[in-house]
T-cell receptor, first 114, second 110 residues
Framework: GAGVSQSPRYKVAKRGQDVALRCDPI?????LFWYQQALGQGPEFLTY????????KSGLPSDRFFAERPEGSVSTLKIQRTQQEDSAVYLC????????????FGSGTQLSVL | QKEVEQNSGPLSVPEGAIASLNCTYS??????FFWYRQYSGKSPELIMS????GDKEDGRFTAQLNKASQYVSLLIRDSQPSDSATYLC??????????FGAGTQVVVTP
């Protein structure tokens, strides 16, 4: 596609529910990043893939967060047993080469946990 | 201490004036530096990248880098109301991750 696509755009979950956020990067982009952005803050790194390999997951806040990119293209960020503190915008970004070069961001998924 | 520090603002700038944004970072090994612009409710978009000490100009934007002082700045000349946004400083750390500051909100007043 022309840009990074994320779905859903908005997600409301009851506390304790599991959610899955999808990211479709720019075709051919090797690297894929997930960030969490709280209101009024900058994006915080969660995890990074190079092709299908998850090279860094040091930013995942707890073992309730899990990300995968099984075929090196589409990625899913899963949050189990959601908590109110998980409410944020989840941004996906991709880049053509390895590591953090010029990142292209998707529109994000705004997650609200009630 | 966060790895990337910025003044949160808001920075109020009259239309036509120069907006000056500052950013400091803690990782001395960092070699790649970026400025992203984020409009309210939108995702960040890259406006400048800089890798070497000195100035880099692109249209009305100038990025300045001083690695010895661990300081990077962004100047916006002839500020327009459409420049009103949050500007995020981003630095690639020694682990290859792009780390963002909290952002500086710029408000250009007519």
């Amino acid at each position: 596609g022309a840009g990074v696509s994320q779905s859903p755009r908005y997600k409301v979950a009851k506390r304790g529910q599991d959610v899955a956020l999808r990211c479709d990067p720019i075709s051919g982009h090797v690297s894929l990043f997930w960030y969490q952005q709280a209101l009024g803050q900058g994006p915080e790194f969660l995890t990074y893939f190079q092709n299908e390999a998850q090279l860094d997951k040091s930013g995942l806040p707890s073992d309730r967060f899990f990300a995968e990119r099984p075929e090196g293209s589409v990625s899913t960020l899963k949050i189990q047993r959601t908590q109110q503190e998980d409410s944020a915008v989840y941004l996906c970004a991709s880049s053509l080469g390895g590591e953090a070069q010029q990142l292209f961001f998707g529109s994000g998924t705004q997650l609200s946990v009630l | 201490q966060k790895e990337v520090e910025q003044n949160s603002g808001p920075l109020s700038v009259p239309e036509g004036a120069i907006a000056s944004l500052n950013c400091t970072y803690s990782d001395r090994v960092s070699q790649s530096f970026f400025w992203y612009r984020q409009y309210s409710g939108k995702s960040p978009e890259l406006i400048m990248s800089i890798y070497s000490n000195g100035d880099k100009e692109d249209g009305r934007f100038t990025a300045q880098l001083n690695k010895a002082s661990q300081y990077v700045s962004l100047l916006i000349r002839d500020s327009q109301p459409s420049d009103s946004a949050t500007y995020l400083c981003a630095v690639v750390d020694s682990w290859g991750k792009l780390q963002f500051g909290a952002g500086t909100q710029v408000v250009v007043t007519p």
